[in-house]
T-cell receptor, first 113, second 114 residues
Framework: AQSVTQLDSQVPVFEEAPVELRCNYS??????LFWYVQYPNQGLQLLLK??????LVKGINGFEAEFNKSQTSFHLRKPSVHISDTAEYFC???????????FGQGTRLTINP | DAGITQSPRHKVTETGTPVTLRCHQT?????MYWYRQDPGHGLRLIHY?????DTDKGEVSDGYSVSRSKTEDFLLTLESATSSQTSVYFC??????WGTGELFFGEGSRLTVL
C-alpha cells in the first residue's frame, strides 16, 4: 500500500523568505501526487497536482512542486512567502486508477513578520 | 466554490449516543468521501461512495457506517459514539477518475464526544 511522509510537522519562516515543505511517498507502482492547503477553520483546497509530463508543477498563489521519481519525493516550494500563506499543507498520493487518496500528516507553515 | 454543505457544523454529544453527519452536494458528482482529521494523523479515509447505494470502507471504518440513497446526499453514522471519535469530519466529492481528479472538500463538522 502507498504511504506519504511529510518530514516536518511545523515550519516557521520569516515573511518574504523562501520555503520548502518536504514530502516523500512510498509506492511500487505509478502514482498521482497532490498538495492541498487548509486555512484556519476551513476545508482543504487544491494547490497543485502531478499527473504526468513535466516534473515541475506550478500551482496557485506562487507555489510549485517538483516530482522526483528516483527519490520518491514531491517537495513544495515558494520563493517568497507572505503572511497570508500561514496555513496547514497536506501532501497526498493516489495510485493510478485506484480508489484511494492517502494524505500525509500535514505541515503547519507559520510566517513571522 | 464547489457546492458541498455539511451539517451539523458543530456537535457535542455524550458517549453511547448515535450521531449522524450529513453531506449534501449540488454538483452531481459520482464520488463522495468521508475523512476524519486528527492532529498528527492528517486526513484518514473512513468510507467512500462511487454511486447510489455503492459504498466501500476506508482505512479507519470501524465504528462508522454510511448510506447513500441519493446522488446528492452521503450520510455518516456513528451508531454509538465514543470519545475516540472526537474529531473534525470532512466530506469530499470528485467527478470521477479517482486517481486523476481533484477532491473538493466541505467546511468540516467538528464533533466532540464527552
Amino acid at each position: 500500500a502507498q504511504s506519504v511522509t511529510q518530514l516536518d510537522s511545523q515550519v516557521p519562516v520569516f515573511e518574504e523568505a523562501p520555503v520548502e515543505l518536504r514530502c516523500n511517498y512510498s509506492s511500487s507502482v505509478s502514482v498521482y501526487l497532490f498538495w492541498y492547503v487548509q486555512y484556519p477553520n476551513q476545508g482543504l483546497q487544491l494547490l497543485l497536482k502531478y499527473l504526468s509530463g513535466s516534473t515541475l508543477v506550478k500551482g496557485i498563489n506562487g507555489f510549485e512542486a517538483e516530482f522526483n521519481k528516483s527519490q520518491t519525493s514531491f517537495h513544495l516550494r515558494k520563493p517568497s512567502v507572505h503572511i497570508s500563506d500561514t496555513a496547514e499543507y497536506f501532501c497526498a498520493v493516489s495510485l493510478q486508477g485506484a480508489q484511494k487518496l492517502v494524505f500525509g500528516q500535514g505541515t503547519r507553515l507559520t510566517i513571522n513578520p | 466554490d464547489a457546492g458541498i454543505t455539511q451539517s451539523p457544523r458543530h456537535k457535542v454529544t455524550e458517549t453511547g449516543t448515535p450521531v449522524t453527519l450529513r453531506c449534501h452536494q449540488t454538483e452531481n458528482h459520482r464520488y463522495m468521501y468521508w475523512y476524519r482529521q486528527d492532529p498528527g494523523h492528517g486526513l484518514r479515509l473512513i468510507h467512500y461512495s462511487y454511486g447510489v447505494k455503492d459504498t466501500d470502507k476506508g482505512e479507519v471504518s470501524d465504528g462508522y457506517s454510511v448510506s447513500r440513497s441519493k446522488t446528492e446526499d452521503f450520510l455518516l453514522t456513528l451508531e454509538s459514539a465514543t470519545s475516540s471519535q472526537t474529531s473534525v469530519y470532512f466530506c469530499a466529492i470528485s467527478s470521477g477518475g479517482w486517481g486523476t481528479g481533484e477532491l473538493f472538500f466541505g467546511e468540516g463538522s467538528r464533533l466532540t464526544v464527552l
